[in-house]
T-cell receptor, first 115, second 112 residues
Framework: GAGVSQTPSNKVTEKGKYVELRCDPISGHTALYWYRQSLGQGPEFLIY????????DSGLPNDRFFAVRPEGSVSTLKIQRTERGDSAVYLCASSLGGFNTGELFFGEGSRLTVL | AQKVTQAQTEISVVEKEDVTLDCVYETRDTTYYLFWYKQPPSGELVFLIRRNSFDEQNEISGRYSWNFQKSTSSFNFTITASQVVDSAVYFC?????????FGAGTRLFVKA
Protein backbone atom coordinates (compact mmCIF):
# COMPACT_ATOMS: atom_id res chain seq x y z
CA GLY A 1 0.00 0.00 0.00
CA ALA A 2 0.97 3.64 -0.22
CA GLY A 3 0.88 4.43 3.49
CA VAL A 4 2.68 3.28 6.61
CA SER A 5 1.57 -0.21 7.53
CA GLN A 6 1.66 -1.60 11.05
CA THR A 7 0.98 -5.14 12.21
CA PRO A 8 -0.65 -6.45 14.23
CA SER A 9 -3.37 -3.85 14.69
CA ASN A 10 -4.22 -5.40 18.03
CA LYS A 11 -2.18 -7.58 20.33
CA VAL A 12 -3.28 -9.00 23.65
CA THR A 13 -0.63 -10.71 25.71
CA GLU A 14 0.04 -11.80 29.24
CA LYS A 15 2.41 -10.15 31.61
CA GLY A 16 5.95 -11.45 31.15
CA LYS A 17 5.55 -12.43 27.51
CA TYR A 18 7.62 -11.22 24.56
CA VAL A 19 6.02 -9.09 21.85
CA GLU A 20 7.09 -7.91 18.40
CA LEU A 21 5.40 -5.07 16.54
CA ARG A 22 6.15 -4.49 12.90
CA CYS A 23 6.22 -1.33 10.81
CA ASP A 24 6.47 -1.08 7.04
CA PRO A 25 7.18 2.55 6.10
CA ILE A 26 6.33 4.41 2.93
CA SER A 27 8.63 3.34 0.13
CA GLY A 28 11.59 5.67 -0.19
CA HIS A 29 11.29 7.10 3.30
CA THR A 30 14.65 6.82 5.00
CA ALA A 31 13.56 8.09 8.40
CA LEU A 32 11.43 5.93 10.69
CA TYR A 33 10.09 6.72 14.13
CA TRP A 34 8.38 4.79 16.89
CA TYR A 35 6.05 6.52 19.31
CA ARG A 36 3.90 5.27 22.16
CA GLN A 37 0.51 6.79 22.86
CA SER A 38 -1.31 6.14 26.09
CA LEU A 39 -5.00 6.91 26.50
CA GLY A 40 -5.63 10.65 26.53
CA GLN A 41 -1.99 11.51 25.88
CA GLY A 42 0.04 12.72 22.98
CA PRO A 43 2.49 10.47 21.16
CA GLU A 44 5.63 9.89 23.21
CA PHE A 45 8.88 9.56 21.26
CA LEU A 46 10.66 6.22 21.59
CA ILE A 47 13.27 5.86 18.85
CA TYR A 48 14.32 7.28 15.49
CA UNK A 49 16.08 5.47 12.64
CA UNK A 50 17.88 7.07 9.75
CA UNK A 51 18.47 4.21 7.37
CA UNK A 52 19.50 1.11 9.28
CA UNK A 53 20.91 2.82 12.33
CA UNK A 54 19.14 4.05 15.43
CA UNK A 55 20.08 7.74 15.40
CA UNK A 56 18.25 8.51 18.64
CA ASP A 57 16.93 5.91 21.08
CA SER A 58 16.65 8.27 24.02
CA GLY A 59 12.92 7.65 24.38
CA LEU A 60 13.09 3.91 25.00
CA PRO A 61 11.87 3.58 28.60
CA ASN A 62 14.19 0.75 29.66
CA ASP A 63 16.23 -2.16 28.35
CA ARG A 64 13.14 -4.32 27.83
CA PHE A 65 12.45 -2.26 24.71
CA PHE A 66 14.51 -2.70 21.58
CA ALA A 67 13.98 -1.87 17.91
CA VAL A 68 15.73 -2.88 14.71
CA ARG A 69 15.65 -1.89 11.08
CA PRO A 70 18.15 -4.26 9.48
CA GLU A 71 17.66 -3.35 5.83
CA GLY A 72 16.65 0.26 6.21
CA SER A 73 12.99 -0.39 5.46
CA VAL A 74 10.82 -2.53 7.73
CA SER A 75 11.31 -2.02 11.45
CA THR A 76 10.40 -4.21 14.40
CA LEU A 77 9.83 -2.97 17.93
CA LYS A 78 10.54 -5.70 20.45
CA ILE A 79 9.32 -5.71 24.03
CA GLN A 80 10.60 -8.32 26.45
CA ARG A 81 8.97 -9.36 29.73
CA THR A 82 5.95 -7.21 29.08
CA GLU A 83 4.34 -5.37 31.98
CA ARG A 84 0.82 -4.01 32.35
CA GLY A 85 2.21 -0.49 32.10
CA ASP A 86 3.37 -1.26 28.55
CA SER A 87 -0.26 -1.27 27.40
CA ALA A 88 -0.64 1.52 24.84
CA VAL A 89 -0.93 2.18 21.15
CA TYR A 90 2.45 1.96 19.46
CA LEU A 91 2.67 4.27 16.49
CA CYS A 92 5.13 4.12 13.66
CA ALA A 93 5.84 7.07 11.39
CA SER A 94 8.12 7.64 8.45
CA SER A 95 9.42 10.63 6.60
CA LEU A 96 11.68 11.45 3.67
CA GLY A 97 14.55 12.07 6.03
CA GLY A 98 16.90 14.97 6.39
CA PHE A 99 16.11 18.11 8.29
CA ASN A 100 14.20 20.12 5.75
CA THR A 101 11.13 17.94 5.51
CA GLY A 102 10.06 17.04 9.01
CA GLU A 103 6.48 16.04 8.23
CA LEU A 104 5.68 12.61 9.63
CA PHE A 105 3.37 10.06 8.02
CA PHE A 106 1.79 7.81 10.61
CA GLY A 107 0.44 4.31 10.52
CA GLU A 108 -2.76 3.33 12.27
CA GLY A 109 -0.88 1.94 15.21
CA SER A 110 -0.63 -1.37 17.06
CA ARG A 111 -2.74 -1.49 20.18
CA LEU A 112 -0.95 -3.56 22.83
CA THR A 113 -2.83 -4.83 25.85
CA VAL A 114 -0.90 -6.60 28.58
CA LEU A 115 -3.11 -8.56 30.95
CA ALA B 1 14.78 20.88 26.89
CA GLN B 2 11.92 20.98 24.43
CA LYS B 3 8.32 21.08 25.50
CA VAL B 4 4.90 21.58 23.95
CA THR B 5 1.96 22.64 26.07
CA GLN B 6 -1.65 22.44 25.00
CA ALA B 7 -3.51 23.77 27.99
CA GLN B 8 -6.98 23.03 26.65
CA THR B 9 -7.82 19.40 27.26
CA GLU B 10 -11.28 19.46 25.71
CA ILE B 11 -13.31 22.04 23.84
CA SER B 12 -16.94 21.73 22.89
CA VAL B 13 -18.57 24.03 20.35
CA VAL B 14 -21.72 24.13 18.30
CA GLU B 15 -21.44 23.79 14.56
CA LYS B 16 -20.56 27.03 12.72
CA GLU B 17 -18.81 28.50 15.75
CA ASP B 18 -15.18 29.56 15.43
CA VAL B 19 -12.72 27.84 17.75
CA THR B 20 -9.05 28.45 18.57
CA LEU B 21 -6.72 25.75 19.85
CA ASP B 22 -3.76 27.05 21.81
CA CYS B 23 -0.19 25.80 21.65
CA VAL B 24 2.81 27.08 23.58
CA TYR B 25 6.27 25.65 23.05
CA GLU B 26 9.71 25.78 24.63
CA THR B 27 12.99 25.22 22.84
CA ARG B 28 16.57 26.47 22.92
CA ASP B 29 17.07 25.76 19.23
CA THR B 30 17.18 28.71 16.88
CA THR B 31 16.03 26.55 13.98
CA TYR B 32 12.96 24.44 14.56
CA TYR B 33 9.67 23.41 13.02
CA LEU B 34 6.16 23.54 14.42
CA PHE B 35 3.34 21.29 13.32
CA TRP B 36 -0.31 20.59 13.83
CA TYR B 37 -1.69 17.09 13.42
CA LYS B 38 -5.27 15.86 13.55
CA GLN B 39 -6.26 12.50 15.04
CA PRO B 40 -9.84 11.60 14.11
CA PRO B 41 -11.75 8.87 15.94
CA SER B 42 -10.34 6.32 13.48
CA GLY B 43 -6.99 6.91 15.15
CA GLU B 44 -4.49 7.74 12.41
CA LEU B 45 -2.60 11.01 12.87
CA VAL B 46 -2.86 13.29 9.87
CA PHE B 47 -0.50 16.17 9.13
CA LEU B 48 -2.15 19.58 8.80
CA ILE B 49 0.60 22.21 8.65
CA ARG B 50 4.30 22.85 9.15
CA ARG B 51 5.91 26.17 10.06
CA ASN B 52 9.64 26.88 10.37
CA SER B 53 11.06 29.16 13.02
CA PHE B 54 12.02 31.86 10.51
CA ASP B 55 8.60 32.25 8.98
CA GLU B 56 6.11 34.06 11.19
CA GLN B 57 3.62 34.72 8.45
CA ASN B 58 0.16 33.61 9.38
CA GLU B 59 -1.36 31.04 7.09
CA ILE B 60 -4.90 30.37 6.00
CA SER B 61 -6.11 27.21 4.32
CA GLY B 62 -9.83 27.17 3.76
CA ARG B 63 -11.49 27.24 7.17
CA TYR B 64 -8.16 26.67 8.94
CA SER B 65 -5.73 29.38 9.96
CA TRP B 66 -2.58 29.41 12.04
CA ASN B 67 -1.02 32.21 14.07
CA PHE B 68 2.68 31.82 14.85
CA GLN B 69 4.20 34.30 17.30
CA LYS B 70 7.81 33.78 18.34
CA SER B 71 7.58 36.57 20.91
CA THR B 72 5.11 34.52 22.93
CA SER B 73 6.31 31.08 21.74
CA SER B 74 2.84 30.29 20.53
CA PHE B 75 1.43 28.56 17.48
CA ASN B 76 -2.34 28.73 17.68
CA PHE B 77 -4.80 27.07 15.34
CA THR B 78 -8.21 28.49 14.48
CA ILE B 79 -11.06 26.68 12.78
CA THR B 80 -13.65 29.03 11.32
CA ALA B 81 -17.27 27.93 10.97
CA SER B 82 -16.58 24.56 12.59
CA GLN B 83 -18.24 21.42 11.28
CA VAL B 84 -19.07 18.10 12.89
CA VAL B 85 -16.31 16.48 10.80
CA ASP B 86 -13.79 18.67 12.62
CA SER B 87 -14.37 16.62 15.78
CA ALA B 88 -11.03 15.04 16.59
CA VAL B 89 -7.99 15.36 18.81
CA TYR B 90 -5.56 17.97 17.60
CA PHE B 91 -1.87 17.82 18.45
CA CYS B 92 0.69 20.56 18.27
CA UNK B 93 4.24 19.31 17.74
CA UNK B 94 7.78 20.71 17.77
CA UNK B 95 10.81 19.44 15.91
CA UNK B 96 14.36 20.56 16.58
CA UNK B 97 16.95 18.31 14.98
CA UNK B 98 15.39 15.00 14.05
CA UNK B 99 13.08 14.39 16.99
CA UNK B 100 9.47 15.55 16.96
CA UNK B 101 7.72 15.93 20.30
CA PHE B 102 4.00 16.31 20.76
CA GLY B 103 1.72 18.11 23.14
CA ALA B 104 -0.94 16.23 25.07
CA GLY B 105 -3.59 17.21 22.54
CA THR B 106 -6.87 19.07 22.59
CA ARG B 107 -10.04 17.07 22.03
CA LEU B 108 -12.53 19.08 19.99
CA PHE B 109 -16.22 18.20 20.01
CA VAL B 110 -18.35 19.92 17.39
CA LYS B 111 -22.05 19.42 18.00
CA ALA B 112 -24.64 19.68 15.25
Amino acid sequence: GAGVSQTPSNKVTEKGKYVELRCDPISGHTALYWYRQSLGQGPEFLIYFQGTGAADDSGLPNDRFFAVRPEGSVSTLKIQRTERGDSAVYLCASSLGGFNTGELFFGEGSRLTVL
Amino acid sequence: AQKVTQAQTEISVVEKEDVTLDCVYETRDTTYYLFWYKQPPSGELVFLIRRNSFDEQNEISGRYSWNFQKSTSSFNFTITASQVVDSAVYFCALRGGFKTIFGAGTRLFVKA
